[in-house]
């Protein structure tokens, strides 16, 4: 049987890099994987639904705020369907089919015109025929003609090359797409109603406090030493933010990460606990994103620290 020179490009090109385990389609089981390796907890009620959604050939929809886990829950049941790393698509307005099914390398075409030789096939073709998943992060930042391009993709489980003259078909069950979505980013447009009928939408919200407090301890090194009491300040103060009327609110993700910043100053200073004024210290520069929610954010921080900067 002669060898598909596509399928060669594609497997020179990525396989090293998407590496192959086992695949896990167990959600109690994918559960403790989840949060054994990859140090995220998430609920056997989404593992299950996803996992459905995959087995009816639907793709899925995580919509929430940002630092929610939408992108790195993705990505983790991606590879764990599949036994292989997803490709990560992160949208924007001039993606378009050439961009990620493939084109071609313009000297060789001229040379040797449009065929297989000179077609680069890209990472929305690579998954397919690498039988690996595909996160499109923030789907809202896309047209909506690529949003139905790549609804076409998943619903037939195939793509066309016109220039090829080719149809390339999924090569098992591996290949599934997960979307994501911030409904209240400024930079996007609507998604719409054939969209959103064909896509399972999973909601993501900022976890209860017990939970938030146990995603701390699994995602945060034991030294220097965080205080629970210093743990319990910082989880008053991004739940208190999040309650404001501000630009961008703190997610789990800037907590896990106003935590490892304030080891890290910590660290340097060569202490072995975690001090008020190291978390102070990383505080400005983990929880706020835009100017105008500086001060909101300083005086939030004092108040539930009861610290002044002498």
Known sequence: MKADPIYEKVVETYKDVLGSREPIRNPILAVKVLEREFKLLVSERVVTLVYAAFMNGRPVLFEGPPGTGKTEIGEALLELWAGKKPFVLPCSENYDEYKVIGDFHPLIAMNKGFNEESFIPRTLLAALLLDTGVLVDEIRRS?????????????????????????????????????????????????????????????????????????????????PQIPSGLRDLMLETVNRLRRMSLSHKPGTAELVLWAKMSQSIASLKGASVVSVSDAIEAASSVLVKRFEDEEVVEKVVKEVFGFEES
Request: hydrophobic share 40%.
């Open 143 to 223: 047209s909506e003609e690529f949003q139905n391009m790549l609804l076409d993709i998943v619903d037939k489980r195939r793509i066309i090359v016109p220039e090829l003259k080719r149809v390339f078909r999924a090569r098992g069950p591996g290949f599934q797409v997960i979307f994501t979505s911030n409904p209240e980013d400024i930079a996007q447009n609507e998604l719409s109603d054939a969209f959103l009928r064909r896509v399972v939408r999973v909601k993501f919200t900022y976890p209860p406090r017990e939970v938030e407090a146990r995603i701390l301890k699994v995602r945060v090194d034991g030294r």
